[in-house]
Nanobody, 120 residues
Framework: VQLQASGGGLVQAGGSLTLSCATSGSIYRNNAMGWFRQAPGMQRELIARVTQLHTTVYVDSVKGRFTISRDNAKNTVTLQMNSLRPEDTALYYC???????????????WGQGTQVTVSS
C-alpha cells in the first residue's frame, strides 16, 4: 500500500482531529502533497497542499482551522483539524498534487481514505 490515511473518527463540533498519511515511494517524496475530502454526493475536493519545501496553501473553508505539514524523513503528511464543523464531515484522502489548488492532477491510486464525522 503506497498511501495509508488514518486518524479519522467521530467528534463533536468544535473539536479536533489529527489525520496522518503514510506514504512510500519516491513519487510522494518528490512532489507536493495534498489532503482531499469527499462528502456524500459531492465531488472530491483538494483542501490543503504542502510542497517539498513546506509551503502550504488552503481553501478558504478550512483556512485558519486546518494545518497541513509533512515529514520528509518519515514520508508522512499530517492534517491537524481544529474547530471542526458538521460541514467538515467527509472521507479524507491524501495524494500527490501536480499543479495548483485550482488546476491539478493526482495519480490514480487513492488508498481507502479515513472517515471524519462531526456531530452538531
Amino acid at each position: 500500500v503506497q498511501l495509508q490515511a488514518s486518524g479519522g473518527g467521530l467528534v463533536q463540533a468544535g473539536g479536533s482531529l489529527t489525520l496522518s498519511c503514510a506514504t512510500s515511494g519516491s513519487i510522494y517524496r518528490n512532489n507536493a502533497m495534498g489532503w482531499f475530502r469527499q462528502a456524500p454526493g459531492m465531488q472530491r475536493e483538494l483542501i490543503a497542499r504542502v510542497t517539498q519545501l513546506h509551503t502550504t496553501v488552503y481553501v478558504d473553508s478550512v483556512k485558519g482551522r486546518f494545518t497541513i505539514s509533512r515529514d520528509n524523513a518519515k514520508n508522512t503528511v499530517t492534517l491537524q483539524m481544529n474547530s471542526l464543523r458538521p460541514e467538515d464531515t467527509a472521507l479524507y484522502y491524501c495524494n500527490v498534487v501536480w499543479g495548483t489548488m485550482s488546476s491539478y492532477r493526482s495519480p490514480p491510486s487513492w488508498g481507502q481514505g479515513t472517515q471524519v464525522t462531526v456531530s452538531s
